[in-house]
């Protein structure tokens, strides 16, 4: 029997293996193998069912709380009560707007965040739901009802959110410890990547990493090893391999998108033909959505400016005091088709605090006042942006605007940087709820894409609700603290082995 024929293909073996070796060794090997995949995949759907119980018990809580709420403080002050059934009704469907709300928030995502950002993704859902829920009972009750029981309510879900989410990150931590995993790299992006992953070493454990320039079956037996594989930058003919072998195996699998992967995300399904095609309009928003969406921009501008007046002029008067210098900050911006225009912003740094030439703020900027931290840690400093929107050069969500000299930089080494500027510059965007300030500008212009192939008015008012869950996330923040990765496409240094190594050691 010849060598070939005792071991199926894909498997990796030693050239020095003798074979009366192989032929004791590999069957133990694969049944061993199999056996793991099966208590993994047996893992997960009983986590999924934990995690689908913990959620039904905050939704009972509070869709139970609120029946109480109707039926003691709101039912008896109606025209026309409503009977059990109809009571009933009234909490389950509180009890759904606050599941869609609160899911479309990230709120019970339990696995994947920090008990700070769920609590402030439960929060910002508690608030909706109630405020929408006031709305509904004062039109049953065709005039405005006492709004006390509901704020009582809104309190006492604070402090039952509040348990829920360190009680139920907590015992998930302890019953899943983090997964054992493997990533497959290509260049030197993957060392910040596998930074920023073990910063959550209560989810992820990287134990091993493997150069793409190893042989590819050596990598998939590798990556049978372990619970989950990352594919991080590796060229799309590898990639494509391992992630068809990844899903014969059944094994998790995480991928850094490229740029292209992004622009067939915001594809349509073609189904004119029976062979399938997608079909990429790039065309953006419709005139339509397009009026509706400076519509919305020029309502939500006027009310944040009758809410936030106060605040503005006490934050105006705070960076006064502090070393006697401007107030206002303006600065050369680009917007939609490479417009420049100029955006104000709050001072938040010494006067002349670039005579040097621009640059970025880094972490623990000297340059930063006292006033001006506290102005960047609460976003506070935007504010003023709120007069670049009602004159037209920004909107309230897209890419944030970039300085036309770092626009020139990046797009040295990023070409594909321009395609940020497809859409008009917003006051807050995806890159901003999902990244950090110091997200790289290659990282920041995949996050600015997948909004503007997915961009729509829905998607729009959800960016702007997490926009005020990073008030529970201050290292968003964070300064660069170092110079930024741009891109390094299809490089595959081998010295990037010996810094990987050191990273996971």
């Known amino acids: 029997m010849s060598l070939g024929t005792l071991y199926p293909p894909g498997l990796y073996v030693p050239r020095d293996v003798r074979p009366e070796e192989l032929a004791k060794e590999i069957p133990c090997r694969l049944r061993a193998e199999a056996r793991n995949r099966i208590m993994t995949n047996n893992k997960g759907q009983l986590k999924r069912l934990l995690i689908f119980l913990i959620c039904c018990v905050i939704l009972s809580a509070f869709g139970t709380m609120f029946f109480d709420t109707w039926d003691t403080s709101y039912n008896d002050a109606m025209l026309d009560p409503f009977w059990k059934l109809g009571n009933v009704l009234m909490a389950l469907l509180y009890t759904v707007i606050y599941g869609v709300i609160t899911r479309g928030l990230n709120g019970f995502k339990i696995t994947y965040m920090r008990s700070s950002g769920l609590f402030g993704s439960q929060l910002l859902g508690i608030m909706t739901t109630n405020v929408i829920s006031y709305i509904q009972i004062s039109l049953i009750g065709r005039g405005r009802l006492a709004v006390r029981p509901m704020v009582i309510l809104t309190f006492k879900e604070f402090g039952i959110a509040l348990v829920w989410s360190i009680v139920s990150v907590q015992l998930l931590r302890h019953l899943y410890p983090p997964r054992r995993m493997i990533i497959v790299y290509g260049n030197q992006n993957s060392t910040s990547l596998i930074q920023k992953m073990s910063k959550r070493f209560d989810k992820y454990q990287i134990c091993e990493s493997i150069s793409c320039d190893e042989d590819i079956e050596f990598i998939k037996q590798q990556i049978l090893r372990y619970e989950a594989v990352i594919i991080s930058d590796v060229p799309s003919v590898m990639r494509n391999k391992l992630l068809k072998f990844a899903l014969d195996k059944s094994i998790r699998t995480y991928i850094t998108p490229k740029l292209s992967d992004i622009i067939i995300r915001g594809s349509d399904e073609f189904n004119l033909f029976d062979t399938p095609l997608l079909l990429n309009r790039n065309e953006g928003l419709s005139l339509g959505k397009r009026i509706v969406k400076r519509a919305m921009d020029l309502i939500l501008v006027l009310i944040a400016l009758v809410i936030a ?121 995806y890159a901003q709820v999902m990244g950090k300030y110091n997200t790289t500008p290659y990282d920041k212009l995949k996050l600015d894409l997948m909004y503007i192939e997915k961009q729509s008015l829905l998607l729009d008012i959800k960016i702007l609700m997490l926009t005020a869950k990073t008030v529970f996330e201050p290292e968003a923040a964070d300064g660069i603290t170092g110079e930024a990765v741009e891109t390094h496409r299809e490089l595959h240094p081998q010295r990037d082995e010996r810094e990987l190594d050191k990273i996971l050691k």
């Open 309 to 429: 007046s106060p605040f503005m002029l006490l934050a105006a008067v705070a960076v006064k005091c502090c070393d006697g210098g401007p107030v206002f900050y303006k600065q050369k911006r680009l917007t939609k088709d490479g417009r420049e225009f100029k955006v104000i912003k709050f001072r938040s740094m010494v006067v002349n605090a670039e005579k040097k030439g621009a640059q970025l703020a880094g972490k623990n900027d000297d340059r930063i006042t006292a006033v001006g931290s506290v102005l960047r840690k609460t976003r506070f400093d935007e504010m003023p942006q709120l007069f670049n929107i009602l004159k037209g050069d920004m909107s309230f969500v897209g890419p944030r605007p970039e300085r036309p000299e770092f626009c020139r930089r990046y797009e040295k080494t990023m070409p594909e940087f321009r395609y940020r500027l497809k859409v008009k510059a917003g006051l807050t965007g």
